[in-house]
């Protein structure tokens, strides 16, 4: 539920050192090709300047490397200095014994308890002479340092991250593709405990457009890209693979894909020819239902259906709400049913649409417990007309945190069932070699308090599963028969008679 962002990995914890990780440019020493730089806080009586390089220097040159990182201090820390040394060499003598091979180092800066000291920590670790492996150990130290600095819980599920690292880059050390590699850093994020903290491998598609050429060739969410017109996608970052599959529509690019559920068969693999085509990326759909009300006049319920929450869904929703109001609909139903979510910041502007003033859209907690309310600012709301929002267990995360927005602050009424209960947000991050890393960095509460995460949101009035009939294509949206097709769903009747009841508790007022 998150905007897909560059990270340049500057990262300030309170606590610790500000960590950057910037591509190393040539030195003197065999390099991982990548280079931290470590600013650590200034103490009451003396301040530390360090800069150390993570590279792989060869058991000759570790001596000189450790003086690269020795710390310009004062003599109040010179305890620590020969301390570090002798754990320096203690960690490095267990690996170089694990392997004969070039060893990366990197150093992490904490605050000490005692004042004016600053304590580095130098852990060093095998680095892989296999080519592929070796890019993605440097993909393994920047999903390591975001999870440090950001992830939502400090105590990383109860156990040393720093030493899980060099775990990681010790079972890394013999592999031999970068498949297998990949599962390593899976490994490691899955023992955070939380299912929504995951890295996405540049070739794994992870989602199809609705109705589009891919979708119609029978390529899901989880499948692995393999070859684009017979290149093979390896060290091809997101976008230059995006590139190749783009082009004049009505050509063919020919693909093969690996199926995600079944990756080990040989019959996984499948070559498949894919007419390219103009694909509309509007995650809205609407329609006009005509609806006579109980005391006989006919009116018009405006019905908004949301698929996802993408960059677009809230100008998008905009027009379509300005649409309707020129056409003189009297009220809204706005359908977030099997609506998954999407980007947190678009599911605010959507609750904006409907809202004025200051109110309240959502409480988020960070990793310190430190709760924050995200207001509206001079909110005008497009439109007054009453409104009911349709939920279902597949809604969930940015679904959520509208109904929620909506809901209490007496905007909408909530007809279906309890929601899916993910009250937790991502951060996502395009690494260098064009993963996608997603970390829960935030949980959230509803403008009253209320916990989503595990729970979900129980509606005001229920609709049984067994009476939903909402077609799953989205195009019968256009034809004809739109208003007969969704008159003939159980929920939207429901929601009409909600719609009536507003209606005439407004007009009894």
Known sequence: MEALWRSSLDLHPSSLSSISHKLSKANSLPSISHRSRISCSKYSHTTSNRKCRVSMPSSDAYSKLLANCDSKIGDESSIYSEQNLNLIRSISKT????????????????????????????????????TEVNRVQRTLI????????????????????????????????????????????????????????RIISPKVVLSCVEDSPAARAGIHEGDELVEINGERLDGIDSETAAQKLRGRAGTIVTVKVRNGKNSQSKSSLREVNLPRDFIKLSPISSAIIPHRTPDGHLS??????????????????????????????????????????????????????????????????????????????????????????????????????????????????????????????????????????????????????????????????????????????????????????????????????????????????
């Not at 605050?111 to 130098?122: G, K, M, V, Y």
């Not at 156990?159 to 990681?168: A, E, H, P, S």
């Not at 100008?315 to 979510?341: A, C, F, T, W």
């Not at 988020?364 to 267990?393: K, Y």
């Open 95 to 130: 690996i170089f014994n694990l392997a004969a091979a070039a060893t990366a180092v990197i150093s992490v800066c904490y605050d000490s308890p005692a004042p004016a000291r600053a304590e580095s920590l130098t852990i060093a670790f095998p680095v892989s002479r296999t």
């Open 142 to 197: 920047e999903t390591w340092g975001l999870i440090r600095e950001t992830f939502v819980d400090p105590t990383f599920n109860h156990q040393d991250w720093d030493l899980k690292l060099q775990q990681t880059m010790v079972e890394m050390f013999p592999l031999k593709s970068a498949d297998a590699a990949y599962s390593k850093i899976k490994g490691m994020l899955s023992s955070l405990g939380d299912p929504f903290t």
């Open 300 to 509: 018009k319920t405006g019905y908004v259906k949301l698929s996802t929450f993408s960059q677009t869904a809230a100008s998008d929703m905009e027009k379509v709400i300005h649409q309707l109001e020129d056409q003189g609909v009297q009220s809204y139903i706005l359908d977030l049913r099997n609506n998954p979510g999407g980007l947190v910041k678009a599911g605010l502007d959507v609750a904006q649409i409907w809202l004025d003033g200051e109110e309240t859209l959502v409480n988020t907690v960070d990793r310190s417990g430190n709760m924050f309310p995200i207001n509206t600012v001079d909110g005008h709301a497009i439109t007054h007309d009453p409104l009911v929002v349709l939920v279902n267990e597949a809604s969930a995360s940015a679904s959520e945190i509208l109904a929620g927005a909506l809901h209490d602050n007496g905007r909408a009424i909530l007809v279906g069932h309890r929601t899916f209960g993910k009250g937790k947000i991502q951060s996502v991050t395009e690494l260098h070699d064009g993963s996608a890393l997603f970390i829960t960095v935030a949980k959230y509460l509803s403008p009253s308090l209320h916990e989503i995460d595990k729970v979900g949101i129980t509606p005001d009035v229920q609709c049984t599963a067994d009476m939903l009939n909402v077609p799953k294509n989205s195009s019968l949206m256009k034809e004809k028969d739109a208003a007969t097709t969704l008159e003939t769903d159980s929920c939207i009747m429901v929601a009409e008679h909600e719609l009536d009841m507003q209606e005439s508790k407004g007009t009894a007022s």
